[in-house]
């Protein structure tokens, strides 16, 4: 397997080193989707403040995949490559770009952070090639940016939004407050968030935005504090949760409001630690310790990467590995075939069971309302959460006949 580790510098090397030979390759790939290779990208976070999350566990996840097939499909060899997109679209681009038009990528996964998300669909709506979300979260990518060739497979910012609003007003959580990330899914999931409150029958009382890697809260969670809300909703990602949820019990706000991240998972509140995180509530696709196939997966998982794996990291897999089977079913790699296969079929994996791929990209599953346990309820450095209950992933979807995606329309509903 190749390796690629794609700065600025390093990616223009890269472009220059490889152009000839993997140009050959390119272009003979795109005439056969028979090929000898089939290679799948990991775009991610490897280093930054959502690694943990995301990153080298997604590349980790992602060859699992490739390897539980043998490193084969149809007599193609399967390589999983991987690069850091740095946290910013531009450089994303440039790298999706360089694959899809000079590696032979035929899909690339993950895609941490919605603004890169969003930027790359852009590049593989034009080179028609299928994209897999894990932690690109914007209902967007569902939304008017629907594309015949995007799948979001892991959570989307609308089901997030309708799970915590559900939950937390049936517990008495009425009056909310939010701080949101400036970034697109960050004011996504506010916005699905707020709807959904209304229509639960609460009332937004304030919001506030933040600049993402913020490092000082205490101006917001004051003007939260002083805003009579009795939720305060976190629309952020993993560096800036664990740093707000950590200042707000500095400030003692998780004693009088109920904090909720609204996109929290396992590794953000194993940063944040049970003593602080303890009692709040989350809504998650996945959790590693609920069923003996969760757990199973979970620990060879954690036999190479020494952590549990986030919902981000499972859902790459299942992405990953149900692509692959859809090209097996299929006899081709051609991206229309396998897009047919991967709707046609109800999914039966330890993420999801059932799950099945709509014509908007929405993977539709069950998702699940988690409580943090208290340090003396837990038994080990991962046993984090209790499973309140199921939440039926058709009950948390956006309604077909309410989607703005223009694919929809094409569809008798």
Same mark, same amino acid.
């Given at each position: 397997?190749?390796?690629?580790?794609?700065?600025?510098?390093?990616?223009?090397?890269?472009? &220059?080193? &490889?152009?000839?030979?993997?140009?050959?390759?390119?272009?003979?790939?795109?005439?056969d989707h028979n090929h000898k290779v089939i290679r799948i990208g990991v775009l991610t976070d490897m280093s930054g403040p959502q690694s943990a999350a995301s990153g080298p566990g997604a590349v980790v996840a992602a060859r699992m995949a490739a390897e539980d097939f043998g490193n084969t499909v149809n007599g193609a060899k399967i390589e999983i490559l991987f690069a850091d997109h740095q946290g910013k679209p531009d450089i994303g681009a440039a790298i999706a770009r360089h694959w899809f038009d000079i590696e032979g990528v035929d899909a690339i996964a993950d895609l941490q952070g919605s603004p890169i998300g969003l930027a790359v669909q852009s590049i593989a709506r034009e080179r028609h090639k299928i994209l897999l979300l894990s932690?690109?979260?914007?209902?967007?990518?569902?939304?008017?940016?629907?594309?015949?060739?995007?799948?979001?497979?892991?959570?989307?910012?609308?089901?997030?939004?309708?799970?915590?609003?559900?939950?937390?007003?049936?517990?008495?959580?009425?009056?909310?407050? &939010?701080?949101?990330?400036?970034?697109?899914?960050?004011?996504?999931?506010?916005?699905?968030?707020?709807?959904?409150?209304?229509?639960?029958?609460?009332?937004?009382?304030?919001?506030?935005? &933040?600049?993402?890697?913020?490092?000082d809260f205490a101006p917001l969670l004051l003007q939260a504090q002083t805003s009579g809300a009795d939720v305060l909703a976190l629309a952020s990602a993993s560096g800036d949760t664990i740093t707000a949820m950590k200042q707000a019990a500095e400030f003692g706000l998780n004693k009088t409001m109920k904090i909720i991240p609204l996109q929290s998972v396992l590794t953000d509140i194993h940063a944040i630690g049970l003593p602080i995180a303890q009692g709040t509530y989350e809504t998650a696709p996945f959790y590693w310790n609920r069923t003996d196939a969760t757990r199973a997966w979970s620990k060879k998982f954690f036999a190479r990467t020494n952590a549990m794996p986030s919902g981000f990291q499972a859902g790459v897999y299942s992405a990953v590995h149900n692509?692959?089977?859809?090209?097996?079913?299929a006899g081709t790699d051609d991206p229309d075939a396998v897009m047919r296969q991967l709707r046609a079929t109800t999914i039966h994996d330890f993420f999801a069971d059932p799950g099945k791929v709509r014509i908007d990209g929405k993977m539709v599953h069950d998702m699940y309302l988690l409580q943090v346990k208290k340090p003396s309820e837990s038994t080990g450095e991962w046993d984090l959460?209790?499973?309140?209950?199921?939440l039926p992933g058709e009950a948390l979807a956006r309604p077909l006949s309410e989607s703005p995606c223009p694919l929809v329309s094409t569809v008798k509903q």
């Open positions: 397997m190749r390796i690629l580790r794609l700065g600025m510098i390093g990616f223009a090397t890269a472009v &220059f080193g &490889f152009v000839s030979i993997a140009k050959a390759q390119a272009a003979s790939d795109a005439k932690s690109s979260t914007s209902s967007e990518f569902t939304g008017k940016s629907c594309s015949p060739t995007t799948v979001q497979w892991t959570v989307d910012t609308y089901s997030l939004a309708v799970s915590a609003a559900r939950a937390m007003t049936e517990i008495g959580g009425k009056r909310w407050f &939010f701080l949101t990330v400036d970034q697109a899914y960050g004011h996504a999931l506010t916005r699905d968030t707020m709807e959904q409150v209304k229509r639960a029958g609460g009332t937004i009382v304030g919001d506030a935005t &933040f600049p993402a890697g913020n490092m692509y692959l089977a859809a090209i097996q079913r959460y209790d499973v309140v209950k199921t």
